[in-house]
């Protein structure tokens, strides 16, 4: 089965500052990456997705970037802010597949004013 | 946000006791599944629906059971509760089969004593 991996668990930036969370997966087989926010004591959501046939997708000051050969994706954070703290979970799977999506196991981000 | 709730939010049970949680939604969609998150582990699948008395199990499903009735109505039991499923519970919900673009709901705390 797929194998996602997540680091830093921890990450500790300055506001204003980037912050930029990695994840691999094992499976090549696997072309949908989403990434979900965790604020404290509330639901996961998801903020931004990509599929395997894009390189990169931007939506304001977050950023995704998937390497298919490497089979690393990642979540980078522009311009920090105090809100962006919370933890973030990376997942992959397979689009329209019956293959279970599998989680990282989250990067706790905390912004410094 | 998608219409999804779970009851109850907050439970505290003694070992050996049966419980169950519910999740509701009002979105009509296909798929439903329920997670536990413990710290270190990130979100596990413990069960999954793809319609009304369809379920599967996930990689943590032993000692719970399911089951779907309704489409909007999916139920998590823990027939003997141990004091190793005291964690936070979310259900969620999607439209699109592989897991994409889960909405989670608010979860369950559970402690077993």
């Known amino acids: 089965g797929e194998n996602v991996e997540q680091h830093p668990s921890t990450l500790s930036v300055q506001e204003g500052d980037s912050a930029v969370i990695k994840c691999t997966y094992s499976d090549s087989a696997s072309n949908y990456f989403p990434w979900y926010k965790q604020e404290l004591g509330k639901r996961p959501q998801l903020i931004i997705d990509?599929?395997?046939?894009?390189g990169e997708k931007k939506d304001q000051r977050i950023a995704v970037t998937l390497n298919k050969t490497a089979k690393h994706f990642s979540l980078h954070i522009t311009e920090t802010q105090p809100e962006d703290s919370a933890v973030y979970f990376c997942?992959?799977?397979?689009?329209?597949?019956?293959?279970?999506?599998?989680f990282g196991i989250g990067t706790k981000l905390q912004v410094i004013p | 946000d998608a219409g999804i709730t779970q009851s109850p939010r907050h439970k505290v049970t003694e070992t050996g006791t049966p419980v169950t949680l519910r999740c509701h939604q009002t979105e009509n969609h296909r798929y439903m599944y329920w997670y536990r998150q413990d710290p270190g582990h990130g979100l596990r699948l413990i069960h999954y629906?793809?319609?009304?008395?369809?379920?599967d199990k996930g990689e943590v499903s032993d000692g719970y059971s399911v089951s779907r009735s309704k489409t909007e109505d999916f139920l998590l039991t823990l027939e003997s509760a141990t004091s190793s499923q005291t964690s936070v519970y979310f259900c969620?919900?999607?439209?699109?089969?592989?897991?994409?673009?889960?909405?989670f709901g608010s979860g369950t705390q559970l402690s077993v004593l």
């Open positions: 629906s793809y319609g009304v008395k369809d379920t």
């Open positions: 997942a992959a799977t397979i689009s329209g597949g019956y293959q279970k999506v599998t």
């Open positions: 969620a919900i999607s439209e699109i089969q592989g897991d994409e673009k889960l909405f």
């Open positions: 990509i599929r395997s046939n894009v």
